[in-house]
């Protein structure tokens, strides 16, 4: 007698699972459950500067038309290549100007290190993005924003994002245009041991 109810509960339960395993594997579920789970302020703040970065880079790389390389070698080898971009000068219809939008310097130094420091300019000559490598290693970078007025950058920096070597970030916020307040926010991405 009690055979068939044991047999019954057992599918009931085998069912059930089934039920929750097609669930659980679909992927917006995974996604959901992945999400909910790590999202912290480390990794949306992280994420967030990537992303600005990589529009920085991206907007960089569309406006270069002209570049100038130079080199110099004492104790070591320094090269340095700058990017220019053209503007049309208001007054005139065929004169061209040259704004500098990225300066590379990649130093090789006799003692076997080798470092290299990318600058990225916004059109009015401020500097937009910083970043430091140490053996084709990012360990460094540093991001600018300033209020745009007609789709160029002007004033003071609105807000600073530096990111550096061991997953650490640090932000600035300024309260007004003219640098006002300061705020500061550290970030931290905690590692689990092994």
Known sequence: MRLPFLFSSLFVL????QAAAQTISSPSVLTAIS???DVTPYTTERDSLWRRAARVHAAT???IRVFRQSSFAVRGTRR???SYATLKVANTSNAMRYVRVKREIRKHKTTGAELEKRFYYGLTGRLLL????ERQQLVRLE???YPLREGREYGTVLREAQWLRGDY???TTHEQENRGKLKHYY???ERMPG
């Not at 085998?14 to 699972?17: D, Q, R």
């Not at 910083?130 to 490598?133: G, K, L, M, P, T």
């Open 61 to 63: 790389q569309a406006r």
């Open 143 to 145: 991001l600018h924003e």
């Open 187 to 189: 970030y931290t991405q």
């Open 169 to 171: 970030l640090h932000l």
């Open 35 to 37: 999400s909910t789970e």
């Open 80 to 82: 340095k290549v700058e």
């Open 130 to 133: 910083a970043e430091y490598y």
């Open 14 to 17: 085998s069912s059930l699972g």
